[in-house]
């Protein structure tokens, strides 16, 4: 795929491309990776910037005791080393992975340096886009340390069930751990909880919500009985 077919594939990516200088069109790269790839190692060398264009992915934390804690799923478009090379750092904080098949857009870090210099609007645009990273992730940190399990959950599948429009959570155990930071024996003890209070459901192993009991779960939120 060239630049110029990705342009009229994704028409959103003409805004960030607006003001790009006349060289860099020429030296970009363009790769298509399928679902569960790692494109972008926690504590690699960085010597690129990436704008992906199509699909999903998810950025997540590596421990060296083999735990993974996912810190939030991107949807297009969004950006691949921005928060590094805005740091001033030469190796990556997080990994990412993708959950569906994902086309990025590939620069050198010295071009997006350079770009970003001459730039303002693209630089706006990727401020913007980091800025709020941030304030999800402060929201978000807020909510993990502060509400309980019940809560947290409960707030997890509602989201789940607005972004997917489905009232079966398909995500194992394992990959809600991951998302929420709820351990898996916590997890599983909470959701018996939920079961028996009739805020969910389980169907062939899987977490549902019906109608009613979305509309209870955002009253208890709501009201905050936990």
């Given at each position: 795929?060239?630049?110029?077919?990705?342009?009229?594939?994704?028409?959103?990516?003409?805004?960030?491309?607006?003001?790009?200088?006349?060289?860099?069109?020429?030296?970009?790269?363009?790769?298509?990776?399928?679902?569960?790839?790692?494109?972008?190692?926690?504590?690699?060398?960085?010597?690129?910037?990436?704008?992906?264009?199509?699909?999903?992915?998810?950025?997540?934390?590596?421990?060296?005791?083999?735990?993974?804690?996912?810190?939030?799923?991107?949807?297009?478009?969004?950006?691949?080393?921005?928060?590094?090379?805005?740091?001033?750092?030469?190796?990556?904080?997080?990994?990412?992975?993708?959950?569906?098949?994902?086309?990025?857009?590939?620069?050198?870090?010295?071009?997006?340096?350079?770009?970003?210099?001459?730039?303002?609007?693209?630089?706006?645009?990727?401020?913007?886009?980091?800025?709020?990273?941030?304030?999800?992730?402060?929201?978000?940190?807020?909510?993990?340390?502060?509400?309980?399990?019940?809560?947290?959950?409960?707030?997890?599948?509602?989201?789940?069930?607005?972004?997917?429009?489905?009232?079966?959570?398909?995500?194992?155990?394992e990959e809600i751990h991951e998302e929420t930071g709820?351990?898996?024996?916590?997890?599983?003890?909470?959701?018996?909880?939920?079961?028996?209070?009739?805020?969910?459901?389980?169907?062939?192993?899987?977490v549902t919500l019906n109608a009613s009991q979305q509309e209870k779960?955002?009253?208890?939120?709501?009201?905050?009985?936990?």
């Amino acid at each position: 795929m060239t630049l110029t077919e990705l342009r009229k594939k994704v028409p959103e990516l003409e805004n960030y491309l607006r003001y790009m200088p006349e060289e860099l069109k020429t030296r970009c790269t363009i790769k298509t990776y399928p679902p569960k790839t790692i494109i972008h190692q926690k504590d690699a060398p960085l010597d690129y910037f990436g704008i992906v264009c199509e699909g999903y992915h998810r950025v997540i934390n590596e421990f060296e005791n083999g735990n993974v804690f996912m810190i939030v799923r991107n949807d297009p478009i969004d950006f691949v080393g921005e928060v590094t090379i805005l740091a001033g750092k030469p190796r990556t904080s997080v990994t990412i992975e993708t959950t569906t098949a994902c086309t990025v857009l590939y620069f050198s870090r010295k071009d997006f340096e350079n770009w970003i210099e001459q730039d303002i609007h693209f630089l706006r645009l990727v401020s913007q886009k980091v800025a709020y990273k941030l304030y999800r992730s402060s929201y978000n940190r807020g909510n993990r340390l502060f509400y309980p399990p019940q809560h947290l959950l409960l707030l997890y599948f509602l989201r789940y069930i607005e972004d997917c429009h489905s009232n079966v959570i398909r995500r194992t155990r394992e990959e809600i751990h991951e998302e929420t930071g709820i351990s898996v024996k916590t997890l599983n003890r909470t959701i018996r909880k939920l079961k028996e209070s009739g805020l969910v459901g389980i169907t062939k192993g899987k977490v549902t919500l019906n109608a009613s009991q979305q509309e209870k779960a955002r009253e208890y939120l709501k009201q905050g009985m936990y």
